[in-house]
């Protein structure tokens, strides 16, 4: 019996709860012996970072692996690096936006993606089987420190912008890091673009003592204040690791991912004459509004950015994301780039006008989400029925069943982390998102009960 270890983003749990020494060992082990080279590790600013990846470092020596130890940085600069340097692989230390309580243990493919699942369940089967390569002291790996990681990845995003323009305009931005790994990295990027930046919570502190780390509106008060108060152009806000990004207009109010999503996707496709932007099934009417508009095509795909991200690559897209601002830049890497999507937002700013503005442009629907218990035996033939039951809709079953209504859609998706089935609706108005929501929640609870 194979060990599932890995969900939608990594290894995460509680620190020496879920995620104990003897577990990051063990799964350092499991990582080394699948991967056979170089292997790249950093971290997060969580309290339990040089923690765990004591543990992780020590298994993946155990194994063979030379290791390169990057220390503390944003994971797509960890990301960039593996890339860039002919790496087998990565390693990044984090739980992004969970609480300080909790850390995480992220793999990395050797071209810089996350890893796919079928290269996490190779590793779940070396782990499950204790299959490590086992090597004499004579062959033991070695740990070497590299500072080079994140000059390397600030000058690959310089390069991705239009660095004169932006110095040009002069603009202000308030850039919350959230005492994340972004404060590492984006206020020396942001600085080398020749903007003026007022820092909030850009000291990394493991403990998150300015908020928690998930970029919602409730936990930005003090980002949308300071915007106002300062006259600024722009509010950046970083996750826990860095790879999203979530923006406040000049007048102070929070921009949801969907509408960030959909201002630079229509400027990428604007920019190169058309092409293809790669999103979820969950993702908001409104980005394919966007694209079309700018010339464009949407291909939809099941929710992850692991599995955005592979379909940009087979497909050539241009653009591609995720409505929590995890944007994704084929011409830098394909994966989450929170620092590089605040430098295309600043330029986008710098040459089309200010955030406010660009979003009276973007289509507004309004999402209801809800959820209802559904016990994990009895996910997969929920799912059946539910499409038995919306047989005469025009339906898509990319990810769970999503059903098109003259009003808007839902999207009813069992969760890959959960005992629950997720229902997202969306609609022109709040009142007709609640009323089709209310329908096809009431199809989902009828079904359980029979």
């Not at 860039?84 to 995480?104: D, K, L, R, Y």
């Not at 700018?294 to 291909?299: I, M, P, Q, S, Y």
């Not at 992850?304 to 994301?321: L, S, W």
């Not at 209802?372 to 929920?382: D, F, G, I, N, S």
Request: with cysteine; proline share 4%; net charge negative.
């Amino acid at each position: 019996m194979v060990e599932r270890l890995f969900g939608t983003n990594g290894i995460r749990g509680v620190v020496n709860e879920e995620l104990t020494p003897e577990l990051a060992l063990d799964v350092g082990r499991a990582i080394g012996t699948h991967m056979k080279g170089r292997v790249a590790i950093g971290s997060d600013t969580r309290t339990s970072a040089d923690m765990v990846k004591s543990a992780v470092l020590a298994g993946l020596m155990s194994s063979g692996a030379e290791v390169v130890d990057l220390g503390m940085l944003p994971t797509p600069a960890l990301q960039y690096f593996v890339k860039t340097n002919g790496i087998a692989g990565g390693v990044m230390i984090t739980a992004s936006h969970n609480p300080p309580e909790f850390n995480g243990i992220k793999a990395v493919d050797a071209d810089g993606t996350e890893m796919p699942r079928s290269k996490e369940e190779a590793i779940e089967s070396i782990y499950s089987s204790r299959s490590f390569a086992q090597r004499d002291w004579r062959g033991v790996g070695h740990v070497q420190k590299s500072n080079e990681a994140i000059l390397s990845y600030h000058n690959a995003i310089l390069g991705n912008v239009d660095v004169e323009s932006i110095a040009k305009a002069k603009l202000k931005v308030v850039l919350d890091c959230a005492n994340g790994a972004g404060s590492l990295s984006t206020p020396r990027i942001l600085e080398r673009l020749g903007v003026r930046t007022v820092t909030l919570n850009c000291n990394p502190l493991g403990t998150f003592p300015g908020h928690p780390s998930e970029p919602t509106e409730d936990h930005l008060e003090d980002l949308k204040s300071l915007v106002k108060e300062t006259g600024a152009d722009l509010g950046i806000a970083h996750d826990g690791d860095g790879d999203r990004t979530i923006f406040v207009d000049e007048k102070g109010r929070y921009v949801y991912g969907d509408k960030s999503l959909a201002v630079v996707a229509s400027a990428v496709v604007k920019d190169r004459g058309g092409g293809l932007v790669v999103t979820p099934v969950s993702t908001s009417s409104c980005v394919e509004d966007a694209v079309r508009e700018a010339g464009g095509e949407v291909a939809y795909t099941r929710v992850g950015a692991p599995i955005v991200a592979r379909k940009m690559i087979e497909t050539g897209a241009v653009f591609g994301g995720e409505e929590n601002g995890g944007l994704i830049f084929p011409e830098m890497q394909f994966c989450r780039d929170g620092a590089m999507t605040a430098a295309k937002m600043i330029e986008i700013v710098t040459t089309e006008g200010p955030l406010s503005e660009l979003l009276k442009k973007i289509p507004t629907y309004q999402l209801d989400k809800r959820k209802v218990h559904c016990a994990e035996e009895r996910k997969e033939r929920l799912l059946r029925e539910v499409c038995e039951a919306y047989a005469e809709q025009r339906v898509d079953q990319t990810d769970g069943i999503k059903i098109y209504f003259d009003e808007g859609w839902t999207l009813i998706r069992p969760s890959g982390t959960e005992p629950i089935f997720r229902i997202y609706t969306e609609a022109r108005s709040e009142e007709q998102a609640k009323k089709i929501a209310d329908r096809c929640e009431k199809v989902v609870k009828e079904l359980l009960e029979d």
